[in-house]
């Protein structure tokens, strides 16, 4: 099957410290917490027109301190709290490996962030158009993969745990307060 030109575009979002509370390797779904405006935020990106990518790094599933039904569980009720707010992610992926731990079968070491590999599975699965998508995240490491996917409009909130961007990396990535602030310079 031939695919015609991609004309979807999406926004590519961090979970942990973008989207919800930053928990040092959160494996209990009861201390999932939106962070604030994240809800109608994401219902204003998706009546845009975007679809809706939320990837996370999991290495605490590599280091033995929760498995992948843990992060399972962790993103189920990241949905229904979305979903309080009309809000439906249309994919959820994670990479579980860590460079320092050894890979598993079926693991992808190019899922890590900042590799591509989930970005790219995103945009393949979903038909996607780098240059109409966008990127939100609490790290630099999340914006350098979209980046590296073809993905130019970035931003870095200041909700999470940032490292401010280098002065060439301020070149590509605009730094902003959260999730609500990016929306709003998306929408502009």
């Not at 939320?54 to 039904?69: I, K």
């Not at 439906?88 to 190019?110: E, I, N, Q």
Request: aromatic letters at 6%; charged letters at 25%.
């Amino acid at each position: 099957m031939t695919r015609g030109r991609r004309q979807r575009g999406a926004a590519f979002l961090d979970r942990d410290g973008t989207l919800i509370e930053e928990r040092e390797y959160l494996r209990d779904p009861e201390q999932v917490v939106l962070l604030p405006g994240v809800g109608p935020a994401l219902r204003e990106l998706a009546r845009a027109g975007f679809g809706l990518v939320c990837l996370s790094n999991q290495s605490g599933v590599a280091r033995g301190l929760f498995d992948e039904s843990d992060v399972a569980r962790v993103n189920a009720r990241l949905e229904r709290l979305l979903a309080a707010h009309d809000v439906a992610l249309d994919l959820m992926l994670y990479a579980p490996s860590h460079p320092d731990f050894p890979l598993r079968a079926g693991w992808d070491a190019t899922w890590r962030k900042p590799e591509t590999g989930m970005y790219l599975a995103a945009i393949e699965r979903l038909d996607l158009e780098p240059a109409r998508s966008v990127a939100i995240g609490d790290a630099v490491r999340d914006l350098e993969a979209a980046r590296g996917a073809g993905i130019t409009r970035n931003y870095l909130v200041r909700s999470g745990h940032p490292v401010a961007p280098s002065p060439e990396q301020h070149a590509w990535i605009e730094v902003v307060d959260d999730v609500p602030a990016a929306v709003e310079r998306i929408l502009a």
